[in-house]
């Protein structure tokens, strides 16, 4: 099945810096997803959007839904320890819950002590 | 609230044997269910998913199946495991806001 592409695939940072991360689609979604998981978890969800060109956050997390809808950027400010684990990216066509996600490939954050 | 349970947590099984895994969801009526399997380090994989009891669709071919007997419960099965079944299982409800909310997988590894 299609899948988003989601770079960088891993990212190896000091703590204290700031990350940036993105996914890309070749088609249009109408919401976008972000989401954390830590190692033997489920997911958890970050940020939700649901329109082009909206800018959410969540504490030091922000995410943006791209203007063209092929696209999404998360950003999170000042890293701490616990932000390690894998982000994911998904999107969906619809506004609607009846319709099913589609996940990017993640990006794996590690912070260099 | 809704929450979503799963189990078991971990499940070492030998390679012929017979697979169960178990999803229920509580405080929501008619959700539409999910079944994902994540390699190592690797993306999530959709094998199933389920919009009514009884509703099952299949999103690759391989040795698994998917039933919904019941409005809030997803059960994903084997009849004979491979040793390329083993992963870590995931099972998600996805809410009328498009949220996906899942459970806290099953590791399963196939000897």
């Known amino acids: 099945g299609q899948q988003l592409n989601q770079s960088p695939q891993s990212m190896f940072i000091q703590e204290g810096e700031d990350v940036s991360m993105n996914c890309t689609s070749s088609s249009i979604f109408n919401t976008w997803l972000w989401y954390k998981q830590d190692p033997g978890e489920g997911p958890v969800l970050l940020i939700a959007l649901y329109k082009a060109g909206e800018l959410t956050s969540n504490g030091r997390l922000t995410a943006q839904f791209g203007i063209t809808r092929k696209d999404s950027f998360l950003n999170i400010s000042a890293s701490i320890p616990s932000d390690v684990g894998i982000y994911f990216c998904?999107?969906?066509?619809?506004?609607?819950?009846?319709?099913?996600?589609?996940f990017g490939t993640g990006t794996r954050l590690t912070i260099i002590p | 609230s809704q929450t979503i349970h799963q189990w078991p947590a971990t499940l070492v099984q030998p390679v012929g044997s017979p697979l169960s895994l178990e999803c229920t969801v509580e405080?929501?009526?008619?959700?539409?269910l999910y079944w994902y399997r994540q390699a190592a380090g690797r993306g999530l994989q959709l094998l199933f998913y389920?919009?009514?009891?009884?509703?099952i669709s299949s999103e690759v071919p391989q040795n698994l199946s998917a039933s919904r007997p019941q409005d809030r419960q997803f059960i994903l099965s084997s009849k004979k495991l491979l040793l390329s079944d083993s992963g870590f299982y995931l099972c998600?409800?996805?809410?009328?806001?498009?949220?996906?909310?899942f459970g806290q997988g099953t590791r399963l590894t196939v000897v």
């Open positions: 389920s919009v009514g009891i009884g509703q």
């Open positions: 998600a409800w996805i809410g009328t806001n498009t949220e996906a909310f």
């Open positions: 998904a999107g969906q066509r619809s506004n609607f819950g009846n319709e099913k996600l589609t």
């Open positions: 405080g929501t009526s008619n959700p539409n």
